[in-house]
């Protein structure tokens, strides 16, 4: 079963606007975290921003929230002020205990997020 | 600050070679991982590796990978007989101490693996 799902293969966004990179998630474990990761067209893997299912608060770093509704087990990344450089590649990612000891991270299949001048 | 490095950054090979690709975790960190991901395409777990042991791998992990960790630095990956299907951009990732949560993983930059 897909445990992270990510529907938008790519998105435009314009400069300086905020984008939302929806992200949904499947676990039965009460504990688990969700991470969301930058792969710019150069490759690397780059941490942005974690979020724990106990936190009571979203997740902030910086330019980037996350939009957390436990309920609706999803986890959107906004983006504020689109700058240039945000055009890549981001994927959501889960770490759970139904993988034996919170182990393996599970990654969806991405979206490409554009910025246009 | 400190990184994950990984050797060669491009690997061409043929198909039925042996290949071995090396990673350096971060020095204090104590569980590691392969991932790959071809062209494009979902980042896809392999295996992970604790106290000198897999302690979890996936089906895409058969007996044509294995994973070691020679010399306490090092934390390779081994593909006996490379298949065309191999060819993918392989991460090796780090994470400083097992079983919790808010383990981020810490990403090396990959190597390209193109098998002809």
């Known amino acids: 079963a897909q445990k992270i799902t990510q529907t938008q293969p790519g998105m435009f966004v314009q400069e300086k606007e905020a984008v939302t990179l929806d992200c949904t998630y499947d676990?039965?474990?009460?504990?688990?975290?969700l991470f969301w990761y930058k792969q710019p067209s150069s490759g690397e893997m780059i941490f942005l921003i974690y979020q724990g299912s106990y936190d009571q608060q979203n997740a902030t770093e910086g330019r980037y929230s996350l939009n957390f509704q436990k309920a609706r087990k999803s986890a959107n990344l906004v983006i504020s002020a689109s700058q240039l450089g945000d055009s890549a590649m981001y994927f959501c990612?889960?770490?759970?205990?139904?993988?034996?000891?919170?182990?393996?991270?599970?990654f969806g299949t991405g979206t490409k997020l554009q910025v246009i001048p | 600050e400190p990184e994950v490095t990984q050797t060669p950054s491009h690997q061409v090979t043929q198909m039925g070679q042996e290949v071995i690709l090396r990673c350096v975790p971060i020095?204090?960190?104590?569980?590691f991982y392969w991932y790959r991901q071809i062209l494009g395409q979902k980042v896809e777990f392999l295996v992970s590796?604790?106290?000198?042991?897999?302690?979890?791998k996936s089906e895409i992990f058969d007996d044509q990978f294995s994973v070691e960790r020679p010399d306490g630095s090092n934390f390779t990956l081994k593909i006996r007989s490379t298949k065309l299907e191999d060819s993918a951009m392989y991460f090796c990732?780090?994470?400083?101490?097992?079983?919790?949560?808010?383990?981020?993983?810490?990403f090396g930059s990959g190597t390209q693996l193109s098998v002809l």
């Open positions: 990732a780090s994470s400083k101490t097992p079983g919790q949560t808010n383990e981020k993983l810490f």
């Open positions: 990612a889960m770490r759970d205990g139904n993988s034996g000891g919170y182990q393996k991270v599970t």
């Open positions: 590796f604790y106290n000198n042991e897999i302690s979890e």
């Open positions: 676990t039965s474990d009460p504990s688990y975290g």
């Open positions: 020095s204090n960190h104590l569980y």
